[in-house]
């Protein structure tokens, strides 16, 4: 069982940064593939980045450019560095990694970009 726990999320307006954090109970080197996901008001859960263990990482293409993951192993931790925020990123934002045969989430963080 893999425990991750988000922060990080808040209110900023549009144009601002904000930094969210993943921390994971398993190590990394255990892990098949991590990223980011996102659900706003009213929609379905969409990807925003993914990153397979050794290959690179893949930006939807509505956050590319603007949004970049990031990993501290010796902390367990991912980061999803969010600039330049639009109302339309306005979500609940999810980490999620396979490890092995499992699929684990968090428990998601507010992000509200307001215009």
């Known amino acids: 069982q893999v425990q991750l726990v988000e922060s990080g999320g808040g209110l900023v307006q549009a144009g601002g940064s904000l930094r969210l954090s993943c921390a994971a109970s398993?190590?990394?080197?255990?892990?098949?593939?991590m990223g980011w996901y996102r659900q706003g008001p009213g929609k379905e859960r969409e990807v925003v980045a993914r990153?397979?263990?050794?290959?690179?990482?893949i930006y939807a293409e509505y956050v590319k450019g603007r949004f970049t993951i990031s990993t501290d192993d010796a902390k367990n931790t991912m980061y999803l560095q969010m600039k330049n925020l639009k109302p339309e990123d306005t979500a609940v934002y999810y980490c999620?990694?396979?490890?092995?045969?499992?699929?684990?989430w968090g428990q998601g963080t507010q992000v509200t970009s307001s215009s």
């Open positions: 999620g990694m396979i490890v092995g045969m499992g699929g684990y």
């Open positions: 398993a190590t990394f080197l255990s892990i098949n593939v």
């Open positions: 990153m397979p263990s050794g290959g690179s990482t």
